[in-house]
């Protein structure tokens, strides 16, 4: 039995090998996409752009858009003349933020009784700049305005003979990656979903292939058996995933920096598990489909599924708690959890074993069913 | 060139797309379920931050500072942990995002002057999160301390009136923001449909009966273009019904403005799909190109959830992305109400960028029929 299972794999090399282009992009391209995500994700938002409608033009004034241009994640680059062409600037998305002085603006910080005010308009088109260039515009005012008040207030505080510093000193420490980098968060979840993509991709256009191209009948006559057949159709996908896993890692650990806190041989036998979860899915696809384009687009559709539920783009957390629960049986959104908690947090199976457990069950499921499939439409 | 011959293979790619349910689904249906799936994820705006609480001081005044905290429900506490070990688990197991650690002799401190420290230890893993998070904390922190400040010198401590509004997405709800950008990112599949299959007739042979075929090289490109374009387009339609009627999303420009550029989005994917598919012998290869040079960028890059990146090489990028110009294009029609004029920078671009590739593509082509 080995010995066909191994000539098949043999035979499914050397048609992968023949094109080599194909091999090429799958062992490169990758890598290339790696390193676009990081440096696209890199660095923090930053140099949001900001316009100003000064009305006041005092120092003061000044100070205040100083402070705001000051400001790592925002970039006063406009001084429209008149709140016509603000809102033009807000139109054609010139600006993220606005900011209106109003005139008066030094005459009302100098009177302790009156209250300054200013006007901010924000272009929430795009929601996660918008609430960035909001909270920041806040703060820095915030920070402006207690300024001032303890300008003000050093002198009352002084004649009563109390301290004038902040009653309350909130001191901030970060588990696990002390510089906010984001490459963090977003590095390990894009290996992932690599060594995901590529591993459904082989696997799902397998069988389809075949069948498209008319071999399927060629193959049905050679002494094989269906288990045969499966396995020796799994082994390629799987060797091809984890070389990618592995090449993905070196990338990510000693090009970008990302930690390895955990255990190297937990993270590759969960990969593994992983791998092997994910061509079950590959087959079922394989199955399904008549032919090539059908199962790629499948893929895709999955892929897409898969991508919301996973945590890839919006933690689990955060989303709302029915499609919590349809997340669990998601192979990937496991997966995600293993890698970066072996990786950042250097976690153990103690506390990894449930989204083994899940991934183990599901990929069980759902190869038993393929292989089931299988068997049907082969005969 | 012949319009009959270009109608005819037109036709034979219908046959193509109809003749398979399975097919036919993928490439009109398919945009509109996905657009569903995933607006889902952004349809509740749920930004919880978790909260452990270790308190040490447990005074009148640490319980009024962590209600202060609370209040407004965006920070929520799970759980109080009394050893420091406890913090370590909590972490692992992402119980808490953020651990608040209160001395004792918190109140003493606090209420003559200070300062008393309190310490946070926030979870940095999701970057992104863990600063937000600390901007609410430290937000919620100072107003509490200024509360403080008034009730010791009885003076109302001189703050800014600051008055901000949203425009286009009045309540920042991040469907009204995510639904019109998702649009680029799922239309990219009639191209992918198209991409694929081309090479599938490389694949199986079916080519070489088409180069004994009286037709040319452009009528072969332009007939597919037509097939693929009408059923992309299709695809368009039923993918605005879902937006507008399901997602309710408000559309404040014009139908046919939207059908327009739609149709000039579509010309400059599928031209970028036809350039893919001249170099690539067969269809898992064009998938594999497809899926990571275009599609998963797309999703980070072109401006989807984050803004366009500030690096040069990142924005050269984007602005390589047929999605990033369409991305814009789409917010501006649906929430700013803009017609083809106010958006004719990104329309212009996507016009060349496919007019280019069109031009690409049949030159590589004719070289190959030839």
Same mark, same amino acid.
């Not at chain 1, 109390?162 to 001191?171: C, E, F, K, V, Y």
């Not at chain 2, 600390?134 to 800014?160: H, K, M, N, Q, Y």
């Not at chain 2, 599609?295 to 401006?303: I, R």
């Given at each position: 039995?080995?010995?066909?299972?191994?000539?098949?794999?043999?035979?499914?090399?050397?048609?992968?090998?023949?094109?080599?282009?194909?091999?090429?992009?799958?062992?490169?391209?990758?890598?290339?996409?790696?390193?676009?995500?990081?440096?696209?994700?890199?660095?923090?938002?930053?140099?949001?752009?900001?316009?100003?409608?000064?009305?006041?033009?005092?120092?003061?004034?000044?100070?205040?858009?100083?402070?705001?241009?000051?400001?790592?994640?925002?970039?006063?680059?406009?001084?429209?003349?008149?709140?016509?062409?603000?809102?033009?600037?807000?139109?054609?998305?010139?600006?993220?933020?606005?900011?209106?002085?109003?005139?008066?603006?030094? =005459?009302?910080?100098?009177?302790?009784?009156?209250?300054?005010?200013?006007?901010?308009?924000?272009?929430?088109?795009?929601?996660?700049? =918008?609430?960035?260039?909001?909270?920041?515009?806040?703060?820095?005012?915030?920070?402006?305005?207690?300024?001032?008040?303890?300008?003000?207030?050093?002198?009352?505080?002084?004649?009563?003979?109390?301290?004038?510093?902040?009653?309350?000193?909130?001191?901030?420490?970060?588990?696990?990656?002390?510089?906010?980098?984001?490459?963090?968060?977003?590095?390990?979840?894009?290996?992932?979903?690599?060594?995901?993509?590529?591993?459904?991709?082989?696997?799902?256009?397998?069988?389809?292939?075949?069948?498209?191209?008319?071999?399927?009948?060629?193959?049905?006559?050679?002494?094989?058996?269906?288990?045969?057949?499966?396995?020796?159709?799994?082994?390629?996908?799987?060797?091809?995933?984890?070389?990618?896993?592995?090449?993905?890692?070196?990338?990510?650990?000693?090009?970008?920096?990302?930690?390895?806190?955990?255990?190297?041989?937990?993270?590759?036998?969960?990969?593994?598990?992983?791998?092997?979860?994910?061509?079950?899915?590959?087959?079922?696809?394989?199955?399904?489909?008549?032919?090539?384009?059908?199962?790629?687009?499948?893929?895709?559709?999955?892929?897409?599924?898969?991508?919301?539920?996973?945590?890839?783009?919006?933690?689990?957390?955060?989303?709302?708690?029915?499609?919590?629960?349809?997340?669990?049986?998601?192979?990937?959104?496991?997966?995600?959890?293993?890698?970066?908690?072996?990786?950042?947090?250097?976690?153990?199976?103690?506390?990894?074993?449930?989204?083994?457990?899940?991934?183990?069950?599901?990929?069980?499921?759902?190869?038993?069913?393929?292989?089931?499939?299988?068997?049907?439409?082969?005969? | 060139?012949?319009?009959?011959?270009?109608?005819?293979?037109?036709?034979?790619?219908?046959?193509?797309?109809?003749?398979?349910?399975?097919?036919?689904?993928?490439?009109?249906?398919?945009?509109?379920?996905?657009?569903?799936?995933?607006?889902?994820?952004?349809?509740?705006?749920?930004?919880?931050?978790?909260?452990?609480?270790?308190?040490?001081?447990?005074?009148?005044?640490?319980?009024?500072?962590?209600?202060?905290?609370?209040?407004?429900?965006?920070?929520?506490?799970?759980?109080?942990?009394?050893?420091?070990?406890?913090?370590?688990?909590?972490?692992?197991?992402?119980?808490?995002?953020?651990?608040?650690?209160?001395?004792?002799?918190?109140?003493?401190?606090?209420?003559?002057?200070?300062?008393?420290?309190?310490?946070?230890?926030?979870?940095?893993?999701?970057?992104?999160?863990?600063?937000?998070?600390?901007?609410?904390?430290?937000?919620?922190?100072?107003?509490?301390?200024?509360?403080?400040?008034?009730?010791?010198?009885?003076?109302? &401590?001189?703050?800014?009136?600051?008055?901000?509004?949203?425009?286009?997405?009045?309540?920042?709800?991040?469907?009204?923001?995510?639904?019109?950008?998702?649009?680029?990112?799922?239309?990219?599949?009639?191209?992918?449909?198209?991409?694929?299959?081309?090479?599938?007739?490389?694949?199986?042979?079916?080519?070489?009966?088409?180069?004994?075929?009286?037709?040319?090289?452009?009528?072969?490109?332009?007939?597919?273009?037509?097939?693929?374009?009408?059923?992309?387009?299709?695809?368009?339609?039923?993918?605005?019904? &879902?937006?507008?009627?399901?997602?309710?999303?408000?559309?404040?420009?014009?139908?046919?403005?939207?059908?327009?550029?739609?149709?000039?989005?579509?010309?400059?994917?599928?031209?970028?799909?036809?350039?893919?598919?001249?170099?690539?012998?067969?269809?898992?290869?064009?998938?594999?190109?497809?899926?990571?040079?275009?599609?998963?960028?797309?999703?980070?890059?072109?401006?989807?959830?984050?803004?366009?990146?500030?690096?040069?090489?990142?924005?050269?990028?984007?602005?390589?992305?047929?999605?990033?110009?369409?991305?814009?294009?789409?917010?501006?029609?649906?929430?700013?109400?803009?017609?083809?004029?106010?958006?004719?920078?990104?329309?212009?671009?996507?016009?060349?960028?496919?007019?280019?590739?069109?031009?690409?593509?049949?030159?590589?082509?004719?070289?190959?029929?030839?």
């Amino acid at each position: 039995m080995f010995l066909r299972i191994w000539n098949l794999v043999l035979k499914e090399f050397i048609q992968f090998l023949r094109d080599w282009l194909m091999t090429a992009f799958i062992l490169t391209l990758p890598v290339l996409q790696l390193v676009l995500l990081a440096q696209a994700t890199g660095s923090r938002i930053s140099a949001l752009r900001v316009a100003v409608l000064d009305m006041d033009r005092s120092s003061a004034s000044r100070q205040l858009f100083t402070a705001l241009d000051a400001r790592r994640e925002l970039d006063v680059c406009h001084f429209p003349a008149t709140l016509a062409e603000t809102h033009r600037l807000l139109d054609q998305g010139e600006a993220t933020l606005a900011v209106i002085i109003p005139a008066g603006l030094a =005459a009302d910080m100098g009177d302790v009784a009156r209250t300054p005010r200013v006007q901010i308009i924000v272009d929430g088109s795009n929601r996660a700049p =918008a609430l960035h260039a909001l909270s920041a515009a806040r703060e820095t005012i915030a920070g402006f305005a207690a300024d001032r008040a303890a300008e003000l207030l050093a002198g009352q505080a002084a004649a009563h003979g109390l301290a004038t510093g902040s009653p309350i000193d909130l001191r901030t420490t970060v588990r696990f990656n002390p510089a906010f980098n984001v490459k963090f968060f977003t590095i390990p979840a894009q290996v992932g979903f690599i060594v995901y993509q590529v591993t459904l991709v082989v696997a799902s256009v397998g069988l389809a292939r075949e069948r498209e191209l008319g071999t399927l009948e060629q193959l049905m006559v050679i002494p094989l058996r269906r288990i045969e057949l499966v396995i020796g159709k799994a082994i390629p996908a799987l060797v091809i995933g984890m070389l990618n896993f592995l090449s993905m890692l070196a990338v990510a650990v000693f090009a970008f920096g990302v930690p390895m806190r955990g255990s190297l041989l937990l993270l590759c036998t969960l990969t593994l598990l992983f791998v092997v979860a994910e061509i079950g899915y590959g087959m079922f696809i394989s199955g399904v489909a008549r032919t090539q384009q059908q199962a790629i687009l499948l893929v895709f559709v999955l892929a897409m599924v898969d991508m919301t539920f996973s945590g890839y783009l919006v933690r689990v957390k955060h989303l709302p708690v029915a499609l919590q629960a349809v997340a669990r049986v998601v192979p990937f959104r496991h997966y995600l959890a293993i890698i970066r908690g072996v990786m950042l947090k250097g976690a153990g199976l103690d506390v990894l074993w449930t989204h083994a457990a899940a991934m183990l069950v599901m990929g069980l499921l759902v190869t038993a069913v393929a292989v089931r499939n299988m068997s049907r439409s082969l005969d | 060139m012949s319009v009959r011959r270009l109608l005819t293979v037109a036709r034979k790619e219908f046959r193509h797309i109809a003749r398979d349910a399975r097919t036919f689904f993928l490439v009109t249906v398919a945009p509109a379920f996905l657009l569903v799936t995933f607006s889902h994820v952004f349809a509740f705006d749920v930004d919880r931050v978790n909260i452990a609480v270790r308190d040490l001081d447990r005074t009148p005044l640490s319980r009024a500072f962590l209600a202060s905290l609370t209040a407004d429900g965006d920070l929520t506490v799970v759980t109080y942990v009394q050893r420091e070990e406890d913090v370590e688990f909590l972490f692992n197991r992402d119980i808490a995002d953020l651990v608040l650690v209160i001395p004792h002799g918190f109140a003493d401190l606090a209420l003559r002057g200070g300062p008393a420290k309190v310490q946070c230890v926030v979870d940095g893993a999701d970057a992104i999160t863990a600063s937000q998070s600390v901007g609410l904390l430290e937000s919620r922190a100072d107003a509490f301390a200024a509360g403080l400040r008034v009730g010791r010198l009885g003076t109302p &401590v001189g703050g800014f009136n600051v008055s901000s509004r949203a425009w286009y997405n009045e309540t920042l709800k991040s469907l009204v923001s995510m639904v019109p950008g998702m649009l680029a990112v799922i239309l990219c599949m009639p191209a992918l449909a198209l991409a694929l299959a081309l090479a599938r007739e490389k694949e199986t042979g079916s080519f070489e009966t088409l180069v004994v075929t009286p037709v040319r090289g452009t009528e072969y490109l332009f007939g597919k273009l037509l097939a693929y374009g009408v059923s992309g387009m299709a695809s368009v339609v039923l993918a605005w019904l &879902v937006a507008t009627l399901w997602f309710r999303v408000p559309f404040r420009g014009s139908f046919l403005a939207f059908l327009l550029l739609a149709a000039v989005y579509m010309v400059a994917s599928m031209g970028v799909s036809l350039v893919v598919a001249s170099f690539v012998r067969n269809q898992q290869t064009a998938m594999f190109l497809i899926l990571t040079v275009f599609f998963v960028p797309s999703f980070f890059v072109a401006g989807l959830i984050l803004p366009v990146a500030d690096e040069p090489i990142a924005r050269a990028i984007a602005y390589g992305l047929p999605a990033t110009h369409f991305i814009t294009i789409s917010r501006g029609v649906f929430l700013k109400g803009l017609g083809p004029g106010a958006l004719w920078k990104p329309a212009c671009i996507l016009l060349g960028m496919g007019v280019l590739c069109q031009a690409i593509s049949l030159v590589l082509f004719e070289k190959k029929l030839a």
